[in-house]
């Protein structure tokens, strides 16, 4: 089994900045690509940014040029640096991980999610 805990959501007004981090624990042989999703009241989960283990990355382009995703692959951490947050930001950010287990099946683990509020 594998675990993922986010950290780093919060209130902050607009044009303000947060750093999300998101730590994987357990039964891991290697992760994938991992990346960071969010969820807006009554609106479907979205992609914000993935990044493969190689550190290719990907971003939604309303949020291109503001944040940007790294991670550690010895940590088996991943984060997400937020920049010039708008109101429309706000949203459960959820940490997503494609984990390779011992037995070289891939699975999709999900964080427990973590609120980002901005104020405008």
């Known amino acids: 089994q594998v675990q993922l805990v986010e950290s780093g959501g919060g209130l902050v007004q607009a044009g303000g900045s947060l750093r999300l981090s998101c730590v994987a624990s357990g039964s891991i042989f290697s992760i994938n690509a991992m990346g960071w999703y969010r969820q807006a009241p009554g609106k479907q989960r979205e992609l914000v940014a993935m990044?493969?283990?190689?550190?290719?990355?990907n971003y939604a382009d309303s949020v291109k040029g503001r944040f940007t995703i790294s991670r550690d692959n010895v940590k088996n951490t991943v984060s997400l640096q937020m920049n010039s947050l708008k109101a429309e930001d706000t949203a459960v950010y959820y940490c997503?991980?494609?984990?390779?287990?011992?037995?070289?099946?891939?699975?999709?683990?999900w964080g427990q999610g973590t609120q980002v509020t901005v104020s405008s």
């Open positions: 990044v493969t283990k190689s550190g290719g990355t």
């Open positions: 997503q991980a494609y984990v390779t287990a011992a037995t070289m099946r891939v699975y999709d683990y």
